[in-house]
């Protein structure tokens, strides 16, 4: 047997005896995380047979203090919510969006706004609607208001009259007709609004529902036209309920 002179002198004396007994370059050892037998160099020494091994159990062992789990959390925060960790600790009193009730919120974590999933779950569906939706609901009740004034209504029996009660596009005499703005209201009320911008549409709806009397681009016979339901429906905005319309 060829002994190396250079392993020798780096072996420790009871590999070394190994060696000389044996004259094997690796040796037997059982892996500390998973239990496997493994081979070795005999000049290396090793605990696990793989590096998975080895995180696997550093991990399964990795014990951390409070202190040095708090210096972790404090870190990984924004300057805002590390000041108030730093005041009033991991939990903080916050009270729920939907029902009131006051409940601990980790600073550490994402913001949340409800106590419980129920009541996160029944504020989305008494609140879900879009941009546009939230815009509509806004200003819904102005825009009732002002279509419910007698100045509308007179509005479109002027354009009836006018149109001798027949559709203007195919004139058909039987079905029911429709008083359609030329220019859509949504853009005349726009319009009003931004008239009359020093009024807000939520705490001055009594105000801006008597301006509206006097504003004439509402009751402009003009921008009407009568129109049967089926017509009505092939308008800009309507035209996806055309196909619901019998023949």
Same mark, same amino acid.
């Given at each position: 047997?060829?002994?190396?002179?250079?392993?020798? =002198?780096?072996?420790?004396?009871? /590999?070394?005896?190994?060696?000389? #007994?044996?004259?094997? *370059? +690796?040796?037997?050892? &059982?892996?500390?995380?998973?239990?496997?037998?493994?081979?070795?160099?005999?000049?290396?020494?090793?605990?696990?047979?793989?590096?998975?091994?080895?995180?696997?159990?550093?991990?399964?062992?990795?014990?951390?203090?409070?202190?040095?789990?708090?210096?972790?959390?404090?870190?990984?925060?924004?300057?805002?919510?590390?000041?108030?960790?730093?005041?009033?600790?991991?939990?903080?009193?916050?009270?729920?969006?939907?029902?009131?009730?006051?409940?601990?919120?980790?600073?550490?974590?994402?913001?949340?706004?409800?106590?419980?999933?129920?009541?996160?779950? =029944?504020?989305?569906?008494?609140? /879900?609607?879009?941009?546009?939706? #939230?815009?509509?609901? *806004? +200003?819904?009740?102005? &825009?009732?208001?002002?279509?419910?004034?007698?100045?509308?209504?007179?509005?479109?029996?002027?354009?009836?009259?006018?149109?001798?009660?027949?559709?203007?596009?195919?004139?058909?005499?039987?079905?029911?007709?429709?008083?359609?703005?030329?220019?859509?209201?949504?853009?005349?009320?726009?319009?009003?609004?931004?008239?009359?911008?020093?009024?807000?549409?939520?705490?001055?709806?009594?105000?801006?529902?008597?301006?509206?009397?006097?504003?004439?681009?509402?009751?402009?016979?003009?921008?009407?036209?009568?129109?049967?339901?089926?017509?009505?429906?092939?308008?800009?905005?309507?035209?996806?309920?055309?196909?619901?319309?019998?023949?």
């Amino acid at each position: 047997m060829e002994v190396n002179i250079n392993i020798l =002198s780096h072996l420790k004396p009871e /590999r070394r005896e190994y060696y000389l #007994k044996t004259g094997s *370059l +690796f040796i037997d050892k &059982i892996c500390e995380s998973c239990g496997k037998t493994f081979k070795h160099h005999i000049s290396h020494s090793r605990r696990f047979c793989t590096f998975s091994c080895r995180a696997t159990h550093l991990n399964r062992n990795k014990k951390l203090s409070e202190e040095t789990k708090d210096k972790i959390r404090i870190k990984q925060l924004s300057p805002e919510r590390r000041e108030l960790y730093l005041k009033h600790g991991r939990f903080v009193d916050k009270n729920c969006k939907k029902c009131g009730n006051t409940f601990k919120q980790d600073i550490t974590k994402f913001d949340k706004e409800f106590c419980s999933v129920s009541c996160r779950q =029944s504020w989305i569906n008494s609140n /879900r609607l879009t941009k546009r939706g #939230k815009a509509r609901k *806004l +200003f819904l009740p102005l &825009i009732d208001l002002i279509r419910d004034l007698i100045q509308y209504r007179i509005w479109r029996k002027k354009v009836y009259k006018r149109d001798n009660f027949i559709c203007v596009e195919c004139g058909n005499k039987n079905d029911e007709i429709h008083a359609h703005h030329k220019k859509q209201f949504g853009v005349l009320f726009r319009e009003f609004l931004q008239s009359y911008n020093q009024f807000s549409p939520i705490d001055d709806r009594d105000i801006l529902v008597k301006l509206a009397i006097d504003y004439k681009p509402f009751w402009d016979i003009n921008n009407g036209a009568t129109l049967c339901i089926k017509c009505h429906c092939c308008t800009k905005g309507r035209h996806k309920y055309a196909n619901t319309i019998s023949s």
